[in-house]
């Protein structure tokens, strides 16, 4: 799993193993406090790609993948630049 920081979101990039798997996928606070999730079906062999959007700017956020019959795996200190102006 990889987790790079954006403009409001974190971009996450996932490989599956060899059986299709539901995946949580949370960007946690400082605190361990979620403040973004998605859900997804994460395909046999497949690399997806798993977009969490609304982060405020910050550093230091953890990235976090859990997937049904596998470990947690988790990135740390993934920062994010402020949004763009909608306006």
């Known amino acids: 799993m990889t987790a790079v920081g ?13 059986t299709a798997r ?13 403040i ?4 997804i079906s994460l395909a046999p062999k497949a690399t997806q790609t ?3 959007t609304g982060i ?9 993948m859990d997937c049904t019959g596998q470990n947690t795996t988790s990135v740390d200190s993934v920062s994010v630049r402020p949004a763009p102006d909608p306006h």
């Open 36 to 39: 973004s999730s998605k859900e």
């Open 56 to 64: 405020p700017s910050g550093s230091f956020y953890t990235v976090v």
């Open 50 to 52: 798993v977009k969490l």
């Open 6 to 18: 954006g403009r409001g979101q974190v971009t996450v990039g996932a490989k599956g193993d060899d």
């Open 22 to 34: 539901e995946c949580d996928f949370s960007v946690l606070d400082p605190a361990k406090v979620t």
